[in-house]
């Protein structure tokens, strides 16, 4: 099956730093990508769609300002953390939908851990 | 605005049992419905799908099924195991369903004992 690469699994970092997160498809063109948030002990919620070569759309109350979101090419997106807190100490997932593959699949990343000290 | 929750938040059985787990939507329009397993710190992995049209799916010991008027699908696992211990989660995918937007529930962690 489509395999979508997630980097780095787990990140630390102090207080004020960027943090920039990496989702790449492997061995599929992705037209679309996702970006999840989940905080302990709740689910899974959608932080911003991106689109190959346009802006990331964002959902209510994510600035946009903060996690910057890049879709450069049809294989890599990146969620750039700014300026982190505590707050944004939380586990960041995305996934990607392949082109010319209906909209049915969706292909998720490993996730990764993020904690602000 | 669609709501997703998943019944029980967590659950215990010996190795072997039958069980069940459940997810209720509060919007009957949805374009299909999905089963992941997560594993700790991991990603999604993605069991069963059923488009709006359907009433199961099954793969191996795993069954899921689908009743839009009442909101309500099941995951049934057969002859339970301890690798399936993770955790559950159900997501909902509303119309078109060229968004690709996914409303998941909170999840049911699972825990099968030897």
């Known amino acids: 099956g489509a395999v979508v690469s997630q980097h780095p699994s787990r990140v630390i970092c102090k207080s004020g730093t960027s943090v920039k997160i990496e989702c790449r498809s492997l061995?599929?063109?992705?037209?679309?990508m996702f970006w999840y948030r989940q905080f302990p002990k709740q689910s899974l919620m959608l932080m911003a769609t991106?689109?190959?070569?346009?802006?990331?759309?964002?959902e209510q109350g994510v600035e946009k300002d903060k996690f910057l979101i890049n879709h450069a090419s049809l294989t890599l997106s990146t969620l750039t953390v700014t300026s982190a807190h505590p707050e944004d100490s939380s586990f960041y997932i995305c996934s990607a939908r392949a082109l010319g593959q209906g909209d049915e699949k969706l292909f998720f990343g490993s996730g990764t851990q993020l904690s602000v000290l | 605005k669609q709501e997703v929750t998943q019944i029980p938040a967590a659950l215990s059985v010996p190795e072997g049992e039958n069980l069940v787990l459940n997810c209720s939507f509060t919007d009957s329009a949805i374009y299909n419905l999905q089963w992941f397993r997560q594993d700790p710190g991991k990603g999604l992995t993605s069991l069963l799908l059923i488009q709006s049209s359907q009433r199961e799916q099954t793969s191996g010991r795993l069954n899921a099924s689908l009743d839009k008027s009442s909101g309500r699908s099941t995951l049934y696992i057969a002859a339970s195991q301890p690798g399936d211990s993770a955790t559950y989660l159900c997501?909902?995918?509303?119309?078109?369903?060229?968004?690709?937007?996914?409303?998941f529930g909170q999840g049911t962690t699972l825990q099968v004992k030897p």
């Open positions: 991106s689109n190959e070569g346009s802006k990331a759309t964002y």
């Open positions: 061995d599929f063109q992705a037209t679309t």
């Open positions: 997501a909902v995918r509303p119309p078109p369903g060229n968004t690709g937007k996914l409303i």
